[in-house]
């Protein structure tokens, strides 16, 4: 009762996870700008999380950490950051949560070094599409089941069904890593509807064998009528 009760923002816990989610837009930009040939995961990370300290957000307690993987090994079960340094042609995979007086937001990102090959520019297409149509239906009233059988509808559709999708699409924001509602395939409650001033990070992850992961995650927070996008920095940089 008590997690249902925390899903739903003050008006003062809106403003906050406002400013947080622009201060993870500003961190992401200035990723994003980073990724060239030669410069490491590390680099990236690092600049990142100087940017969110620098307007005043952590990334330290309680807070989705920094990820910054690249290549075929943006695949891997961790994406947090290594010395590996990016090569041309390389996908690369950023995530930035930020943190404001204990309230989170989060942001996911994934782009390539360089121009991408015809089967990185599907995979990545393919799951941008998936998260606007997903976005598309963020409304009060619906139901988390039917948001999830969004993107099965279009993963039939597109291909990459037997691929490996990850479970989570999203979840509810707020002062916990794991909060309500849960976008969760297989996670039990799945009728939970949607109401005012609840804020969830929503986005799907497709791993591709011999291409790497593609995300795309943004914070958004459902309103009266239907959603306010909360992080809005550019997704289509390749």
């Given at each position: 009762?008590?997690a249902r009760?925390?899903s739903?923002?003050?008006?003062?816990?809106v403003?906050?996870?406002?400013k947080?989610?622009k201060i993870?837009?500003l961190a992401?930009e200035?990723?994003?700008?980073m990724?060239?040939?030669?410069?490491?995961?590390m680099?990236?990370?690092a600049n990142?999380?100087?940017?969110?300290?620098?307007?005043?957000?952590?990334?330290?307690l309680n807070?989705?950490?920094?990820?910054?993987a690249?290549?075929?090994?943006?695949?891997r079960?961790?994406?947090?950051?290594t010395?590996?340094e990016?090569?041309n042609?390389?996908?690369?995979s950023?995530?930035i949560?930020?943190n404001?007086?204990?309230?989170?937001t989060y942001?996911?990102?994934?782009?390539?070094?360089?121009?991408?090959?015809?089967?990185?520019?599907?995979?990545?297409e393919?799951?941008l599409n998936?998260?606007?149509?997903?976005?598309?239906?963020?409304?009060r009233?619906?139901?988390?089941?039917?948001?999830?059988?969004v993107?099965?509808?279009m993963l039939?559709d597109?291909?990459y069904?037997?691929?490996?999708?990850?479970?989570?699409?999203g979840?509810?924001?707020g002062?916990?890593?794991?909060?309500?509602?849960?976008?969760?395939?297989?996670?039990?409650?799945?009728?939970?509807?949607?109401e005012?001033?609840?804020?969830?990070?929503?986005?799907p992850?497709?791993?591709?064998?011999?291409?790497g992961m593609?995300?795309?995650?943004?914070s958004?927070?459902?309103?009266?009528n239907?959603?306010?996008d909360?992080t809005k920095?550019?997704?289509?940089t390749?």
């Open positions: 009762v008590f009760v925390k739903i923002k003050s008006q003062a816990e403003d906050i996870c406002r947080s989610a993870a837009d992401m200035s990723a994003l700008d990724v060239k040939p030669g410069v490491t995961e680099q990236i990370s990142a999380i100087r940017v969110l300290m620098e307007n005043d957000a952590s990334n330290l807070t989705h950490p920094v990820f910054c690249s290549g075929l090994l943006s695949g079960i961790s994406l947090l950051p010395n590996r990016i090569q042609g390389d996908i690369v950023i995530g949560g930020s404001i007086g204990g309230y989170q942001v996911h990102r994934t782009t390539t070094a360089g121009q991408p090959s015809p089967q990185q520019r599907k995979l990545l393919t799951v998936i998260q606007t149509a997903v976005i598309g239906v963020l409304q009233g619906v139901v988390t089941s039917d948001i999830l059988q993107q099965k509808g039939n597109s291909g069904a037997k691929t490996y999708v990850h479970p989570f699409l979840q509810g924001l002062t916990d890593l794991i909060n309500l509602p849960m976008l969760v395939s297989g996670y039990p409650g799945q009728d939970e509807q949607l005012p001033n609840m804020l969830l990070v929503v986005g992850t497709i791993i591709a064998d011999g291409i593609a995300c795309f995650q943004d958004l927070l459902i309103d009266e239907t959603h306010e909360l920095c550019k997704k289509k390749w």
